[in-house]
């Protein structure tokens, strides 16, 4: 999430990253992208599928499922997340087949803005970022432990309409960045708050944005329960090294 880019500037640099991925990693001629402002779903290999090229529909201004603004490639599947839900895709011999997925599968809203992944034990878990596009949609996640059969929202968040900007994950440990924080849970259903007052260790310096933007829990020693988690805030990047306070707390000056 960046503030100084419209929805409209986002989904562009969302849509450059699925065209880089699909003429990478499936060679397939750049010629045959369609790309709108937004992302259209590509022309693959389409005279090979019966598909006229003439009859296929490509309008990402009609079509909110064509404006993209997340994408996470996992080793088996492909996901975009749109205006209108989530789609699956399945590389088969360098065309991908694409499954949608929406609030009526148990999405918490069909704008879907950030797309990631726990793998913890024998459970690979694919969480969405949702913000809310109209009526029976939340800002809140949902996960699918299934490939995305079915989806299961959050209620802590469903409830509450927190937006939610960015996710990050140590084996089950979960951390949320938020309009209203960072929270965190170890079982899907007690969430904690992580109150704060960090100040820097060194110049006394105070975070006063309640927002979070973005987290990730890094480890520093694999061998050792040794780790920072980073905070981006309005204020700055901080690097929170325990409980209550920050070792380092950079603003633009720095960055």
């Known amino acids: 999430y960046t503030k100084d880019k419209s929805p409209f500037q986002q989904a562009h640099d969302s849509m450059q990253s699925i065209k880089k991925y699909i003429v990478d990693e499936l060679g397939t001629d750049y010629n045959k992208l369609n790309f709108g402002y937004g992302v259209v779903f590509p022309r693959i290999h389409y005279e090979n599928r019966g598909i006229d090229e003439e009859d296929y529909l490509l309008d990402p201004v009609l079509l909110d499922n064509h404006k993209g603004f997340s994408i996470f490639g996992a080793d088996e599947y492909l996901w975009v997340g749109t205006a209108n839900g989530i789609n699956r895709g399945t590389i088969i011999n360098g065309c991908i087949d694409w499954d949608h997925q929406t609030v009526a599968n148990g999405l918490s809203g069909n704008w879907v803005v950030g797309i990631e992944q726990q793998i913890m034990n024998d459970i690979d878990r ?72 960090w100040s820097d260790t060194d110049t006394g310096d105070i975070i006063l944005d309640e927002s979070v933007y973005s987290v990730l829990h890094n480890k520093l020693d694999e061998l050792e329960d040794d780790f920072h988690i980073l905070i981006g ?16 707390y950079m603003d633009s000056t720095y960055l």
């Not at 596009?133 to 299961?152: C, F, H, K, P």
């Not at 089950?172 to 929270?183: H, L, P, R, T």
């Not at 805030?233 to 380092?248: A, H, S």
């Open 126 to 197: 694919i969480w969405a970022i949702t913000w809310s596009a109209g009526s029976g949609e939340y800002n809140s996640i949902s996960y699918t432990e299934n490939d995305g059969v079915s989806w299961e929202d959050i209620d802590y968040f469903t409830s509450k309409n927190i937006k939610i900007y960015n996710l990050d994950f140590y084996e089950d440990e979960i951390y949320v960045a938020s309009e209203e924080g960072i929270f965190y849970s170890e079982d899907l259903i007690h969430w904690e708050k992580i109150e704060k007052y």
């Open 233 to 248: 805030t309005g204020d700055g990047l901080v690097i929170r090294e325990d409980e209550e306070t920050l070792g380092k």
